[in-house]
Every structure is written in structure tokens, then in C-alpha cells.
């Protein structure tokens, strides 16, 4: 299978950023991951190199040492030219609780009018669709998700709110997402996710990876109020569902 | 312990940085102004990546509760130890009660300290230093404590060192970032032509100049960032990324700082000028 084709550039003294065609696409996401793993167990073994995946592009970091721009790129070409077939490694789709709420669902009616649909149909179109995560960036645990609902895509907000509460769930154009932390936040936000996403004091403190899947299934708020509790005292563990490759 | 009388506007604890969860969205954080640490580090005959704190505009008044040996660099801040003046980039063996307070920023913006083995506060996710909600605060407030462990009977080899300080420097050296060929002959010609204003928009985050230069309307997916990276707002708007700055970014990456021009950066405050020249 011909490779889609990679475009290296030079990003100051310590990294180089490798590029894909600048498209949202699975098959490119799959081969960046799948160059990632080559170079992390082959290439990059020493503890200062660092790689950062996200939607077409892949990072390559090096903490310590100034990196021979020319040298690094001809081989990267190399290396990607003569990358083999591998088994993919496990891959997760996670099943996530959220309730609808109006209480977290802050935007859930104003979205509702905006696209001429009801309540129930925009939980079902969120509930409905499996999302890829193609990136985890902005704040640590936040994910990127795509595979949005077309019918589901509409502008972030005018004005972001100055704080958005951890684990609300938001929809943005193509994304879809959930605040790992409060922060201040644009998206438009219709409900809560009652897992926490990213949890500093795991050795693992966040389950997800890019390339995973994810589903948000509904739950009442009693139920949110149960699981979040379940979570605080750590009994409760996110559904997994293991993709076969 | 060293404990925390008056903490001053922002003082955290910091470290080399936290690294190896880039992939998950955690940013790197560590001290800003890596030359000046890595130069008290090393008067201290400390590891490279011993924790000290990081002191931002108006310093902290602090005591000791053990006795260890400490330097101060980076920003002056008129030090002084009961009651004495101190000067930056020298060893001073401390006594059981000595207090160290801070005066008028002199020059530059943020002062280290650095003890004798380091600090030994928590780690979290392999590092000392303060980001929230990793760390469970942002900065040191009244009243809190340090910890960091006896050493006596140290014998420095060298005691005191002439730095050749930066403090002064207001260029920028940049090399080129991913989206470099991409901006126009007139972005360019401002970006390096112009001189920039640091906006009161300043933190560990980012820098955000006030100047605008020509805006754009390039629209491009989510990708990796690192500190020192400068991003380019649709509106024309320049913002540096720092050492607690986002791990990825919407906006086109025009230039990247070299790592001592993110040194140079972290020492200025709003209202100072700088100026960017492409190596």
C-alpha cells in the first residue's frame, strides 16, 4: 500500500515536526500512530526524546540535545519509506456516562433551537455517534474527538464563559470534547461526563491515548451523583471495549 | 523546612520540568529561566534537576528552620539575610532562624533560590513543580512550608561566580517553526523589524505582545506546541508560549525561541520591549 506522503519541518533547535496531508482522516491518523510506535521502540529508546501525536502531525522532541535538522530529516524520510506492517497494539473504545441534565446541559435548548431539532434528538445524535480521539492537548486529558453527527456541527459561542466545570461535556464545529478541569471554555456545553478523565496521582493518569474510540451513552443525574462519588472514592472503572485491529 | 512568612505576588516551587506526558496534554512546566537556575545548581554542586523556588516580581520573606547552604540568581530583588544585603550568584550558609526576605525588584523579573540538595516537596507525575490542578496548588501562600533535607559541613568549590547577565538583553533569537513559510513578506518584515511591547498578559503560560501585525485567516488542524514557541492570532496578535503553555495549538507557530531567548523573555515583565532577529 502506497504511504500518504510526509512533509518534514524544522520547529527551533530541539524539535522537527512531521507532517501528513492536512486532512481529518483515520487511514492518516493510523499511520502516524503506527510511525510513532516504530520510532519510540526502534529510534527514539533514550529517555530525552519525546513524541507528540495529533490529528496530521506528529512532534519529535529532544530535551536535551540540538537536533542536525538535515541528518534527522533524511533519515525520518528513510525510516518512513521502509516502515513494515506491524500488529496494531490494543486499541479501546471507552463508554462514558454523561448526564443531559439541564443542570450541566447549560447549552443543550439554545442548541436545540438553533439547529430546529428537540432536546432528545441532539442527545441522540451526541449518544448516537462512536468518536475518534485525534488529539489530546489544551489542557491535560483534553481530548479531541471527531466523528461528530453532521447534523450536531454548529460555531463555538460568541463570548467563552470564564468557567466551564470539570467533566462538561461540549460540542464545537467538527469536535466534540469534554473538560478535563475547570477552565474557561468556548464550546457549547450539553452535559457532564461523570468520569474523570484525568487523574494525576495514577501512574496512568489519563486511560484515553489518541487513536482511541470513545461513546457517551445517557444517565440520569441521580446516577451522575452516584458515579461521581464511585469515581472520588475510585471504585468506580470506565467501560472498556477492546477494538479488534 | 523553610517556612513561608509573607509570600510574596507569586512564588512556586519548580524543577526541570515535568516530562514524558506531552502525549496526554500535560504541559512541561520547570523554571523559566533555565541559565540562571542551572548556574545556582551548580554553585550548590546540586543535580541539574534539583527543585528551588521561583520568585516573580515582589519576593517572599522567608525562615529557615535548619541549617543549609543557599544561592539566590536571576532577577536582582534586593535579598537580604537578616537584615544584610546578599548578592545574587554566591553561596551563604544559613543558621537555624536566618530569614531571607526580598526588597525592590531591581532588574529583571524572576529570582531564584536554590538550597543544598534541593527542595524535597511532592513529586507529581515525576516532578516538583507547581501546575494546577497536577499540583494541588499554583503557588506558596503565607504561612506554608518547604521541606528540604540537613547538609552540613559543605565545602563549595567554588563559592562565587561573575555572571555575564542577560538582564539587559531585549532580542530575541528564533529559529523557524512549522509555519514559517507560510507567513507573508509583510508579516515577516514586521515581525522582524518591529519592536514588540510584553502585554500585562504575562504568565507562565504565555506572553502576549501588544503590538498586531498584518492578521490572517489561515485556518490549520490542532498540532503539538512547545515553550518558546510564538503563535500568530487571526487578528494579527503574537502570543509566546512559556513553560506551563499548552501542549497543542490552532494557531499558525511562526518562530521559536531558542532556549535562551525563553530566558531572556522570562526575565522581562508587561511594558518592557523586545525585539526578535531570526539565527
Redo the contacts between chains.
Keep these: 500500500m502506497n504511504s500518504p506522503k510526509i512533509n518534514i519541518?524544522?520547529?527551533?533547535?530541539?524539535?522537527v515536526?512531521i507532517?501528513w496531508p492536512?486532512e481529518?482522516s483515520e487511514i492518516i491518523l493510523e499511520k502516524i500512530l503506527h510511525f510513532e510506535r516504530f520510532l519510540t521502540k526502534e529510534v527514539f529508546t533514550d529517555?530525552a526524546w519525546?513524541?507528540?501525536?495529533?490529528?496530521?502531525?506528529l512532534?519529535i522532541?529532544n530535551?536535551t540535545k540540538q537536533l542536525d535538522f538535515q541528518k534527522l530529516s533524511s533519515d525520518i524520510h528513510k525510516w518512513y519509506i521502509q516502515l513494515k506492517e506491524s500488529p496494531k497494539p490494543d486499541r479501546y473504545l471507552w463508554r462514558l456516562p454523561v448526564s443531559y441534565d439541564l443542570e450541566f446541559g447549560l447549552d443543550l435548548e439554545e442548541v436545540a433551537n438553533q439547529l430546529h431539532k428537540t432536546k432528545e434528538e441532539i442527545i441522540a445524535m451526541h449518544t448516537g455517534a462512536t468518536y475518534t480521539v485525534?488529539?489530546?492537548?489544551?489542557?491535560?486529558?483534553?481530548m479531541?474527538l471527531g466523528g461528530i453527527d453532521k447534523e450536531l456541527e454548529l460555531p463555538r459561542k460568541a463570548t467563552p464563559r470564564p468557567k466551564v466545570i470539570k467533566g462538561a461535556v461540549g460540542i464545537a464545529g467538527k469536535q466534540a470534547g469534554i473538560y478535563?478541569?475547570e477552565s474557561p471554555g468556548g464550546w457549547n456545553i450539553i452535559g457532564n461526563c461523570a468520569v474523570p478523565i484525568?487523574d494525576?496521582?495514577k501512574e496512568n493518569?489519563?486511560f484515553v491515548?489518541?487513536g482511541d474510540k470513545i461513546e457517551f451513552y445517557r444517565i440520569s443525574k441521580a446516577e451522575h451523583d452516584l458515579r461521581k462519588i464511585e469515581a472520588e472514592v475510585g471504585i468506580y472503572k470506565p467501560e472498556k471495549i477492546k477494538i479488534d485491529a | 523546612m523553610l517556612k513561608i512568612l509573607k509570600a510574596g505576588f507569586y512564588t512556586t516551587i519548580q524543577d526541570a520540568?515535568r516530562?514524558?506526558?506531552?502525549?496526554?496534554?500535560?504541559?512541561v512546566s520547570g523554571v523559566m529561566d533555565e541559565i540562571s537556575v542551572f548556574k545556582i545548581n551548580s554553585l550548590l554542586e546540586n543535580e541539574e534537576s534539583a527543585a528551588v523556588l521561583e520568585i516573580t516580581m515582589t519576593g517572599p520573606t522567608l525562615i529557615f528552620e535548619k541549617e543549609t547552604y543557599i544561592a539566590l540568581g536571576g532577577a536582582k530583588m534586593s535579598a537580604t539575610l537578616n537584615n544584610l544585603p546578599i548578592q545574587n550568584y554566591k553561596v551563604y550558609t544559613i543558621e537555624k532562624g536566618d530569614i531571607l526576605s526580598f526588597g525592590k525588584l531591581e532588574k529583571g523579573f524572576r529570582s531564584y533560590l536554590a538550597v543544598k540538595g534541593g527542595f524535597t516537596s511532592e513529586e507529581?507525575?515525576g516532578s516538583r513543580s507547581f501546575y494546577q490542578?497536577?499540583?494541588k496548588y499554583n503557588r506558596l501562600t503565607d504561612n506554608d512550608a518547604v521541606s528540604f533535607s540537613v547538609q552540613q559541613d559543605f565545602q563549595p568549590k567554588i563559592s562565587e561566580i561573575k555572571v555575564d547577565s542577560f538582564l539587559n538583553e531585549s532580542v530575541l533569537e528564533v529559529?523557524?517553526?512549522?509555519e514559517f513559510?507560510i507567513l507573508t513578506d509583510k508579516q515577516l518584515e514586521e515581525i522582524f523589524s518591529r519592536t514588540f511591547t510584553v502585554a500585562h498578559e504575562n504568565n507562565r503560560m504565555a506572553y502576549q505582545l501588544s503590538e498586531t501585525i498584518q492578521p490572517h485567516t489561515v485556518s490549520?488542524?490542532?498540532?503539538?506546541t512547545?515553550p518558546?514557541?510564538v503563535q500568530l492570532t487571526p487578528a494579527g496578535k503574537l502570543i509566546v508560549l512559556m513553560k506551563d503553555g499548552?501542549?497543542?495549538?490552532g494557531y499558525p507557530?511562526a518562530v521559536?525561541?531558542?532556549?535562551k531567548a525563553i530566558c531572556i523573555l522570562a526575565q522581562k515583565k508587561g511594558g518592557d520591549s523586545v525585539s526578535f532577529k531570526l539565527v
Design positions: 519541518k524544522p520547529f527551533g533547535a530541539h524539535s515536526l507532517e492536512n481529518v529517555k519525546e513524541l507528540v501525536p495529533s490529528y496530521n502531525s512532534l522532541i530535551r485525534f488529539g489530546i492537548g489544551f489542557l491535560p486529558g483534553f479531541y478535563p478541569q484525568f494525576a496521582t493518569p489519563c491515548s489518541v | 520540568g516530562f514524558d506526558y506531552r502525549n496526554k496534554g500535560v504541559p507529581v507525575l490542578p497536577i499540583t529559529n523557524k517553526a512549522p513559510d490549520m488542524l490542532t498540532s503539538a512547545i518558546g514557541t499548552q501542549t497543542t495549538g507557530r521559536q525561541l531558542t532556549d
